[in-house]
């Protein structure tokens, strides 16, 4: 397996309270705070023989894990992934040997933030 691009990117954005209740119990704008919007890119794998298991070839889809069609990709993809950010669903083109990968659909925790602090 060789990687020809990554482009994945963790978007950062910054919640800010409006601030304009009409009671008087909450008179205040609440706190701001950074949370993980969005998990931009893709990451283009050039598969090798031998990358691919003949039980389980990794067609144009959308994918829960790719761990069982490819471990070395999986702990990539692992890798990269800040903790706290949990991908649900990845979306796999493929052309040839070439596969384009992208995250569908993911859900981050506070925890992502601090880890991304941390970097």
Same mark, same amino acid.
């Given at each position: 397996m060789k990687i020809l691009k990554d482009t994945l990117?963790?978007?950062?954005?910054?919640? &800010? &309270?409006?601030?304009s209740y009409p009671n008087s119990l909450a008179y205040s704008p609440l706190p701001s705070y950074d949370y993980v919007e969005e998990i931009a890119g893709g990451i283009t794998v050039l598969l090798e023989p031998g990358d691919e298991s003949p039980d389980f070839p990794i067609t144009p889809g959308f994918y829960r894990s790719l761990e069982e069609h490819n471990y070395e990709l999986f702990e990539y993809l692992r890798r990269i992934i800040p903790y706290g950010c949990d991908v649900n669903e990845w979306c796999v083109f493929r052309?040839? &040997?070439t596969l384009t990968i992208t995250v569908s659909e993911f859900e981050a925790s506070g925890d992502a933030i601090l880890a991304l602090q941390e970097d």
């Open positions: 990117e963790v978007g950062v954005e910054t919640w &800010d &309270d409006p601030g052309e040839g &040997d």
